[in-house]
T-cell receptor, first 112, second 115 residues
Framework: DQQVKQNSPSLSVQEGRISILNCDYT??????FLWYKKYPAEGPTFLIS?????DKNEDGRFTVFLNKSAKHLSLHIVPSQPGDSAVYFCAASEKGAQKLVFGQGTRLTINP | KAGVTQTPRYLIKTRGQQVTLSCSPI?????VSWYQQTPGQGLQFLFE???????NKGNFPGRFSGRQFSNSRSEMNVSTLELGDSALYLC??????????????FGPGTRLTVL
């Protein structure tokens, strides 16, 4: 049973445009959500997080939106840059549990 | 601050052997978690240690074990290796206190190949 799903295995975006990565979850006990960026053979790099008490969090070019009723979160990257090309994972955890459940990842390619 | 470090970075073992991987967390971080990444299963949680105690455990067989030392450094051990244990093993640390959730920061991983 996959509790965190990223339904788009890949996404291609023009440099300078907006990249939108989506993530759905099924476990209503999740209350903390994170996005990580990963290059092959490296560990995930933390990008941005959001607590369930918020519906939006911004950090520079990155914004995460959380829709609790739809059990859906998205990551917006504006403007997209070639260095953003990587695999992006969303992850979730339950309250008080340092146990991340990851989606399968979306490979983002930024075209010049 | 130095990041999470993992040793060794690469390891080749044969079936039936055992292996020990090491992780040094970010200074001041007391929680260490381990994850396995494979092409088929993605990133999966193995276990988490806090103050030398296993606090959370994932759905892995007993061949996978770990421990944490008083300086928060952690090791994980896999006994009786199987071909399917070939994976990238990732360690993550966070500064969480006795309760609550905090951001986990990952190390570069150890690539284990079982022949």
């Amino acid at each position: 049973d996959q509790q965190v799903k990223q339904n788009s295995p890949s996404l291609s975006v023009q440099e300078g445009r907006i990249s939108i990565l989506n993530c759905d979850y099924t476990n209503s006990m999740f209350d903390y959500f994170l996005w990580y960026k990963k290059y092959p053979a490296e560990g995930p790099t933390f990008l941005i997080s959001i607590s369930s008490i918020k519906d939006k969090n911004e950090d520079g070019r990155f914004t995460v939106f959380l829709n609790k009723s739809a059990k859906h979160l998205s990551l917006h990257i504006v403007p997209s840059q070639p260095g953003d090309s990587a695999v992006y994972f969303c992850a979730a955890s339950e309250k008080g549990a340092q146990k991340l459940v990851f989606g399968q990842g979306t490979r983002l390619t930024i075209n010049p | 601050k130095a990041g999470v470090t993992q040793t060794p970075r690469y390891l080749i073992k044969t079936r039936g052997q055992q292996v020990t991987l090491s992780c040094s967390p970010i200074s001041g971080h007391r929680s260490v978690s381990w994850y396995q990444q494979t092409p088929g299963q993605g990133l999966q949680f193995l276990f988490e240690y806090f103050s030398e105690t296993q606090r959370n455990k994932g759905n892995f067989p007993g061949r996978f074990s770990g421990r944490q030392f008083s300086n928060s450094r952690s090791e994980m051990n896999v006994s009786t290796l199987e071909l399917g244990d070939s994976a990238l093993y990732l360690c993550a640390s966070s500064s969480t206190a006795t309760s609550g959730v905090d951001t986990q920061y990952f190390g570069p991983g150890t690539r284990l190949t079982v022949l």
